[in-house]
């Protein structure tokens, strides 16, 4: 059973996930017909399901969750650098209206903003605007971090146990708040990818996935699918591309000797993929900075154009903040919790040889 928990190929994913994120977030002005990046996060949300569900199973086959130690890696990845694009934001809309008198974007933040701090900007209200509108995808995997470790730590060994535990959580968010599309996406994918992960973490079939090399044929089912989502846009093709992707995801994480799972294991994609959190947070500041240089210096700039700026811009701003936030939160959230671990390890006494 495969069980290294790092696999570059996921990164390689990640890359190009994000690329069609930054393409989402461009003004639709002179996009190509066939280009939809609202896909990215249907590619993300399995990733997720898949990775966070194999990782705690694993462990839970090894001995038992640890819980603490879960939510301290977790938040030390995600709080630091997510609050301070909330700052960010912040500092840009008040510069604006103190340099316009135009207070609709500080308008806007006030209303998001207690959505945002709590990880809820999925539920905002329509008259909280855009400005920091992507992070509802945060808010959906927030709650799928915190919930459904907590159930698989519950339930013991009786994984049946959690998966309805998790959806009855689910329901009920649905029925507290209602639902939408982007809801149903988002725990769809997450479901999928943790399905997926529950179902082949004990299970035969998994050498399938070991012995006969499905990466491409997954990748053409998931281009088939954003074919279908191009020509007759519905939810139904965002979920089965979700699938598609968690497909795709286990592939190349069983066999990584396969052709498209060299390709993506590719240096310079697995680099861009351990920027991709930092690029998803900055990328609509980039993409407003390069528009409003673009038109001070009166570019007529082409879609293209505005993207591959964006992009390049995106990266180097997702560099910087990776290396001065994101790198050193990361090491401080391992360092306690395996200081935790260390000290329960400790406090058990040693087995007697047999």
């Known amino acids: 059973m495969t069980s290294n928990k790092y696999c570059p190929q996921l990164d390689g994913i990640r890359t190009f996930c994000i690329i069609f994120t930054v393409l989402n977030h461009i003004p639709a002005a002179g ?57 960010i934001y912040t500092g840009a809309a008040v510069a604006v209206y103190f340099l316009t008198a135009n207070s609709a974007k500080l308008d806007e933040l006030r209303t998001a903003a207690l959505y945002l701090v709590t990880f809820n900007s999925e539920y905002r209200p329509d008259n909280a605007g855009v400005i920091f509108g992507h992070a509802w995808t945060l808010g959906i995997e927030e709650k799928f971090y915190v919930i459904w470790p907590l159930m698989l730590f519950l339930a013991a060994r009786f994984t049946g146990v959690a998966v309805v535990g998790a959806f009855i959580v689910i329901g009920a968010l649905f029925g507290l708040f209602g639902t939408n599309d982007y809801l149903i996406r988002g725990y769809f994918g997450l479901s999928v990818g943790a399905g997926m992960a529950i179902w082949l973490n004990s299970s035969p079939y998994a050498t399938v996935f070991r012995n006969i090399p499905i990466g491409w044929i997954s990748l053409g089912m998931t281009v088939v699918m954003y074919g279908g989502l191009i020509m007759a846009p519905s939810v139904y093709w965002h979920l089965g591309l979700s699938a598609s992707v968690s497909l795709l995801i286990v592939s190349v994480w069983f066999d990584r000797e396969q052709g498209l799972a060299r390709f993506l ?51 180097a701003l997702a560099w910087l903040a990776h290396v001065a936030i994101e790198q050193p939160a990361i090491s401080i959230g391992r360092r306690l919790a395996t200081r935790r671990k260390v000290e329960q390890s400790a406090l058990i006494p040693a087995r007697p040889e047999v």
């Open 31 to 87: 996009r190509p017909w066939f280009v939809d990046g609202t896909v990215g996060v249907d590619a993300f949300f399995p990733l997720s399901g898949w990775l966070i569900t194999w990782l705690l199973l694993e462990e839970r086959r090894k001995g038992r969750i640890d819980l603490r130690a879960f939510y301290l890696r977790r938040i030390f990845r995600i709080v630091p650098l997510y609050y301070l694009t909330i700052g």
């Open 265 to 315: 294991a590719l240096p310079p994609l697995v680099w861009l993929g351990t920027l991709t959190y930092a690029i998803y947070l900055l990328q609509t500041l980039a993409s407003n900075l390069v528009q409003g240089v673009l038109q001070k210096l009166h570019v007529d700039a082409t879609f293209l154009t505005i993207f591959l700026a964006d992009y390049a811009v995106s990266v």
